[in-house]
């Protein structure tokens, strides 16, 4: 009979089969064990504005991955109409339309390894409705900071702007003159209405800081012109109010206020270049007596040595002694990277104090690049990793397939061979019998 070729035992397949099963499933764990990029979500406040809208966008629900280890880092906005944020670290985003039609906003969020997600939504921009009517602006009430300026003393005029009449303003100028007790008059400056002013509501604008001059009565004058839309009421767009300038005198016997700056912080505490940040601070009174208003002027000294204001806060309530209060500068830009030095100063105290050493406080600010390198990675798999994870899961796929063919494909036949000869009979005869 024939010899057949040598040939793999069924058992022999079925082993082989599993031990590329085994390293399949293996290689497939590794793959599932590698952490997954960020899920963003995007949402706004008005998905059908009108032109020249804000519209807020909010992407503070994005959730990283793989236990925090993914955390997000940045987040980039497209407003869908050819305008977009540089990658940011905070959530949130603002934005007013100029064109009618639909728009899709997209917001891309990238983690500590380079991972990124993405979430859109639809923005259908809707034509500005005409006006119906016409805003109606007066100066209800003003009054200064301090009331009675002593003469040199540093003064601001605060003034309740309200909108009597049936549209928005969208915007007005507020001019405040001095008229000194010779009759001279003196412009004390021009401040705008920074925000639209709805029907029946009204705000409080401050006019430029000025100092006080010549002892005796002023009249401030306060017109309010320029408004948009235009008015057709103009009778009640004037005000006149009174201030006496006091002269320069000795303390009074019951005391003085001493008002300091112990503390401030940024929001954001390091923030982007061109990103919107405001500074919170703490104003103590560690005289004997209550002040009752004062002045808080903030500046930026940027890493080139230039000196930007940044604006002036108001001290409108009264602290008492021993109390402190937390008061908000005007919001500025965080612009030029590197270490900036914020100054506050405080001014204008009313009653005036007889110590100003400690009236100031310096505070350092690092603005970061908009866009740098990605924080080292903090444990877990490096996009590197990830990588050849993916590559080995190709292998391992491969080596299924592989076993899944030699368990079920049929082993071929082969042809029979001829029998070996068989040897020579060199056995002697039988003997038979005689």
Known sequence: MGRRGAKVSLRQRAGLASAVWAVAFSLLAVVAATPKGPTAMLSVDDTTPVVGQVVHFDASGSVPHDEGKGRIVSYEFDFGDGNHTREQSSPFATHAYSLVGPKRATVDVEDARGNEGSASVRIDVQPKSPPTGAPDLTPSSASTIPAQPIEGQIAIVSIILANHGNA?????TIDVTDQRPNGTVVSIGTASLSAPLEPEASVVVYSPTFVAIEVGNHTLDIVVGNVTPAETDLEDNTLTIGMTVLPVTGPPPGGVPDLAPESAVTIPTQPVEGEIVSLSIRVANRGSVAADAALIDISDVRPNG???????????????????VVVDSPSFLAADVGD?????DIRSVTPAETDVEDNSLTISMTVLPAKGPPPPNEGGFSLD???????????????????????????????LEPPPPEPPDDSPPPIRPP
Do not use: F, Y
Not at 168 to 172: E, N, P
């Open 168 to 172: 928005t303003a969208d915007g007005a």
């Open 306 to 324: 230039t000196i930007v204001p940044i604006g002036t806060s108001v001290l409108s309530t009264p602290l008492g002694l021993g109390d402190s």
């Open 340 to 344: 900036h030095q914020l100054q506050i």
């Open 385 to 415: 990793t990830a990588l050849l994870a993916g590559g080995l899961a190709a292998a391992a796929v491969a080596a299924v397939l592989v076993a899944t063919w030699l368990l079920l494909t049929p082993r071929e036949t082969g042809p």
